[in-house]
């Protein structure tokens, strides 16, 4: 083993941990990787920028462009608005049902886009139909990342397996030429998530109350000096008799009471952190003598005043509460409560959040710190109050879903959104006949939409998820740095002195894996990245058909169901129907084994 193979290893495993642990955010951990390859002389300085001009990275970040025209347009909610009609269906055939649609259009369209349209709709019709989301929320986002295995542009992933495996001499695939593959993987997932559905949260009113319509959340409540609640005990407020009103901290002159006891007496300036569900927190947000929200600013930005008060019940008949979820990418994220007060956003203004785990999880992180210094993060969400004539504004935000219907829903374009369509359909069928490679008919898909104006570009610059496109940015010149020094090819030469004698199946088993392992702990995308180049070694040394190989670790990297972070649609849906890591373990665990046996076998009959 050379220095120079150490020093990529060290960068490797430093690499792996800081995403494991999320000790910086994944754009930062991208850049520091370019410079510390660049610095160390591993690999040249236009080695180092190849990722920014690499194919697979230019792919991507057309397909999302495109993926947000086609959302802005009403494209996927048309394609999935007939789902409405079938809540009349048992869970048993409407959950296989809804996973197949879902599939289907992720096989096409960014499978993160397809979910978020999803997310919407499930969670109106669960409102609407009683419906259990936590029945409904994982088996799309499985059913979602399914899909996305089924065709060349699915998924980032199968672009990245795809340009680095070219890169390195490998015959590019087809755009059709593992969906065959994909389509068993997708049957067979969507019948083994329908047994195990029994398995997740049960759907019972009192967990839809808990997980949405009658959500918790945490706000902060302060006694004014004209309150009646003064020099009453706790027990004696409505606070306490308020069955649906949880009282988490008392702040009195700075300093911090945990679960105050229900005998200790209010005073004037005091602090209460409460939880409260949406409807509590409306009744507290009229109730004289007491202000919501409020740090140093009133809700309309004015000095706090007795006038006030009387105000606050003539703005909820002008101003609503308004759900939203906090997606990767979003410009809201790292902002705390606090900075968002201040800023403000869309005419909204930030009532209270949600964290993006179960309540029991939440009220244990959000007590140990000040509710205003709590930074948002993906999967988190945010009540907001907002004036009703403004709630379209909402919907202009980049990358942060609604989660509840409202009649103020901007106009969409009929012929807009007839164009977008064929718009994709073009871009499919350039790539599919192979008229077109999948990354100049990608760009013409952008091309087309901004001359027929379908897009605008200054409304999606801050929608497109940059942390994607940083993260291929970085990790492509570490797959450079491998291959430069070797590194790859000692790797496949130790397993293949281990594996002496082993059959075919079981070294693409193993292939697939370790690829699928890893990517539970590191993005999937920097998983494809590094394992690619290892599984063509290992072909090449073996004297084997590559595509096998490289299929093993496309699938394995698509295929890590049994963590939330596995996959951003998974992050996103984790705590949306109060799901516990155990579930993802338990169901997530059943299907990735099932897939990685039955991919192992039929990946073997290639070779």
């Avoid at 300093?255 to 409460?274: A, F, M, R």
């Avoid at 807009?416 to 499919?428: A, E, N, P, W």
């Avoid at 596995?566 to 984790?574: D, V």
Wanted: net charge positive; glycine share 6%.
């Amino acid at each position: 083993m050379t220095t120079e193979i150490i020093l990529v290893f060290s960068i490797l495993i430093i690499t792996i941990l800081l995403f494991a642990f999320e000790v910086f955010s994944v754009d930062k951990i991208a850049f520091l990787l370019i410079g510390t390859l660049a610095l160390t002389g591993l690999i040249s300085p236009e080695e180092a920028i190849s990722g920014f001009s690499n194919s697979a990275t230019i792919t991507v970040l057309s397909l999302m462009i495109i993926a947000l025209a086609l959302e802005d347009n009403g494209v996927i909610a048309s394609m999935a608005r007939f789902l409405k009609n079938l809540h009349v269906l048992p869970l048993v055939i409407l959950l296989p049902v809804i996973m197949l649609i879902t599939g289907g259009i992720s096989a096409f369209i960014n499978t993160t886009a397809v979910v978020i349209v999803f997310i919407k709709i499930i969670s109106e019709l669960s409102k609407r139909f009683n419906l259990s989301q936590s029945k409904l929320l994982m088996p799309i986002s499985f059913a979602g990342i399914l899909g996305g295995s089924c065709t060349l542009m699915g998924t980032s992933t199968n672009l990245i397996v795809n340009s680095v495996a070219k890169n390195l001499g490998a015959e590019p695939f087809s755009f059709f030429e593992f969906t065959l593959f994909g389509v068993i993987f997708l049957v067979v997932g969507i019948i083994v998530i329908t047994i195990a559905s029994r398995w997740l949260p049960k759907g019972s009113q009192q967990n839809l109350e808990e997980a949405y319509e009658l959500e918790k959340f945490i706000t902060v409540v302060v006694i004014n000096k004209d309150s009646e609640l003064i020099d009453q005990k706790i027990e004696d407020t409505f606070f306490f008799k308020d069955s649906e009103i949880s009282i988490l901290k008392l702040i009195r002159m700075g300093q911090v009471t945990n679960d105050p006891g229900k005998y200790i007496s209010l005073k004037e300036k005091d602090k209460l952190l409460v939880m409260c569900d949406v409807e509590s927190l409306a009744k507290l947000n009229t109730d004289k003598g007491i202000t919501v929200h409020k740090d140093q600013e009133t809700i309309a930005g004015k000095n706090e005043s007795e006038e006030n008060s009387n105000e606050d019940k003539k703005r909820l008949e002008e101003f609503g509460f308004v759900e939203l979820l906090i997606l990767p990418g979003s410009i809201l994220i790292g902002k705390t409560l606090k900075q968002l007060r201040k800023q403000r956003f869309q005419g909204a203004l930030p009532i209270a959040i949600k964290k993006r785990r179960n309540i029991r999880n939440t009220q244990a992180q959000l007590i140990r710190k000040d509710i205003k210094e709590i930074s948002l993060k993906p999967g988190d969400r945010l009540l907001v109050e907002i004036p009703k004539d403004e709630i379209g504004k909402l919907y202009e935000m980049e990358n942060v879903a609604i989660l509840r219907e409202h009649k103020t829903k901007p106009y969409q374009n009929t012929s807009k959104k007839r164009l977008s369509f064929l718009i994709l359909l073009l871009v499919i069928g350039l790539a599919a006949s192979g008229t077109l490679p999948i990354l100049l008919s990608a760009i013409t898909g952008v091309a087309l939409l901004l001359l027929t104006r379908c897009l605008v570009l200054n409304d999606v610059y801050h929608r497109i998820n940059w942390q994607v496109i940083f993260l291929l940015a970085g990790m492509i010149p570490l797959g450079v740095a491998m291959s430069n020094t070797g590194a790859d090819k000692w790797i496949s030469t130790n397993l293949l002195n281990l594996l002496s004698g082993q059959t075919n199946l079981i070294i693409i088993a193993l292939v697939f894996l370790i690829t699928m392992l890893m990517s539970s702990v590191v993005s999937n995308n920097a998983t494809a990245i590094i394992m690619t180049p290892i599984a063509i070694a290992i072909a090449t040394g073996l004297d084997l058909s590559m595509k096998p190989f490289i299929l093993s670790v496309l699938f394995g990297a698509n295929f890590s169901f049994f963590t939330p972070m596995g996959y951003q649609t998974n992050t996103l849906i984790y705590g949306m129907g109060f799901y516990k890591f155990k579930h993802f373990m338990i169901i997530g665990g059943i299907l990735s084994l099932i897939l990685w046996a039955l991919g192992s076998f039929l990946l073997a009959t290639l070779l």
